[in-house]
């Protein structure tokens, strides 16, 4: 990775209503996106929002990439948009089982209870 300037964040970014066991621990990250993430995460986030203003090119690019102007040209920039699909996004879920109220004749036309009438 080439030497960015970008400023370091004084505290570290946690972000623990999508991720309340950390970065490390959600199993979405590498060890190096997580680092990235709680080493930058404030100062990202802060130009994302417009709360700080950017004092250098990679930092004016930054905002160029979350703005949509260009594509995610570094590996920060590239951890950014990974953490915001995940936080941000739709999380899908998958179930091995059915609902309990899917029904055969949902699934099937010609099915009639009327050909299993036992009484």
Not at 44 to 69: M, N, Q, W, Y
Not at 98 to 111: G, I, P, R
């Amino acid at each position: 990775m080439k030497n960015l300037s970008i400023r370091v964040s004084q505290k570290p970014f946690i972000d623990r209503q999508k991720f309340p066991y950390g970065f490390r621990k959600s199993g979405d990250f590498s060890i190096g996106e997580a680092d990235i993430l709680t080493g930058y995460g404030k100062t990202l986030l802060a130009l994302e929002c417009g709360e700080l203003t950017p004092e250098t090119d990679d930092e004016r690019h930054f905002i160029d990439f979350v703005s949509g102007k260009v594509d995610a040209d570094n590996t920060i920039e590239r951890t950014w948009a990974k953490y915001v699909r995940l936080s941000r996004g739709k999380k899908h879920f998958y179930t091995l089982h059915s609902t309990a109220a899917s029904n055969q004749s949902d699934y099937d036309e010609d099915y009639s209870d009327e050909a299993f009438d036992v009484a």
